[in-house]
């Protein structure tokens, strides 16, 4: 691999340039730039013009380290802090402050569910409780008596129903993954609208 030039009476070892062979073995696609910048370096190691595979390789690691380096974390757009329930005789506050847009300060947001609502969820819970987990689609239709997508597409409904199982997760009562799936920890009691 060692070239020797000849110049008017002088020898020069020239060497050729070091290749990373295990960078060179990795699979490539020529999707994105460092991609195509180590295909040209494994094309070029194949014709035996080393100066040039070097090139791409120095190429591809400074496209590689510009790519992990370029990584950030978007702020959030809605701010979300925790939830405080204040229980009322007949109905439950939950309270949430969220940033309305960019920028702005939070504002406390009310959502009021009533033990009535609550305690509909609850019986919903109680009789689907024959399995592991439920699915929050199976408790919303048995709640609303309509298909999962109606009420998953109506905004006000979905939101109440989001709250409730947040408060029931709240009370230890359930495990609410978010995931469309809910866990009884307790047999769910239903909320007694005539106590505080």
Request: a positive charge.
């Amino acid at each position: 691999m060692n070239k020797v030039i000849f110049e008017r009476g002088k020898f020069e070892r020239e060497e050729e340039p070091m290749l990373d062979l295990k960078m060179l073995k990795k699979r490539t696609s020529s999707k994105t730039p460092s991609g195509l910048m180590l295909k040209y370096a494994k094309q070029f190691r194949d014709k035996e013009n080393f100066l040039m595979a070097k090139l791409f390789q120095e190429l591809y690691t400074q496209i590689r380290n510009m790519e992990v380096s370029e990584e950030f974390k978007a702020n959030q757009w809605r701010g979300k802090s925790g939830v405080t329930y204040q229980i009322k005789p007949d109905y439950v506050i939950a309270i949430r402050f969220r940033k309305k847009d960019i920028g702005e300060d939070p504002v406390e947001v009310k959502t009021e569910m009533s033990k009535e609502q609550i305690n509909k969820v609850s019986l919903a819970i109680n009789q689907l409780n024959t399995k592991k987990s439920i699915n929050t689609s199976e408790i919303a239709e048995k709640v609303y008596n309509k298909a999962w997508h109606l009420v998953f597409s109506d905004r006000k409904k979905h939101t109440m129903l989001v709250e409730i199982l947040n408060y029931l997760e709240y009370k230890k009562q359930i495990k609410y993954s978010r995931r469309g799936r809910i866990e009884v920890l307790n047999q769910v009691k239903l909320e007694d609208s005539s106590l505080t």
